[in-house]
């Protein structure tokens, strides 16, 4: 689904503008970091899912925790099951946003591909504790689902983002899944310059 479609009945200009009120940003670190990491990401995205898992907690430990970079997580859905749990974390409400994305990202296996994803995140919302029918009301919330079209498209639009994770540091575009010592070598002449 291209998301210039998933938004033209709404005028791109008002939409952008509402989406941006509607949906902050979501800051992992301090937000007056020198380093911006701006990760654009879809749930579904098995690249993504390592990114989490196998590179952020370093990252975050060596740069998010120790206030030299932040990172901004925009959603940028593949597919509508991947929109739907992007629109779950978003309803989780910005204190539990990253704790829902983590989780997410760890089950993907469990619900991406399953024959009904949604009754499988349900599941999974109950076990966060949160009663499983928030999904449905959630989904229901035009403003969440078409503020994530919204975020994607201005995404798509100011970046040139072709494929998830693309990262976009001190606004250099990455795209692709990167190891530790890959993300690294991008951070350190940025905290040189300093």
Known sequence: ??????????????????????LPDMIMGDPDAPIEIIEYSSMTC????????ET?????????????AKLIFREFPLDRVALTASALARCAGP???FAFVDVLFRTQEQWAHAADPTEELKKIVWMGGLDPAMVDSCLADETIVDGILAVRLNGDETYTIRSTPTFIINGESHPGQMTVEEFEAILKPYLAEG
């Open 1 to 22: 689904m291209h998301a210039a479609a998933a938004v033209a009945a709404t005028p791109l200009m008002s939409r952008l503008a509402w989406a941006q009120e509607l």
């Open 46 to 53: 098995p690249h993504c899912a390592a990114f989490q898992t």
């Open 56 to 68: 952020l907690p370093a990252i975050k430990e060596r740069y998010l925790d120790t206030g030299k």
């Open 95 to 97: 204190d539990r946003f």
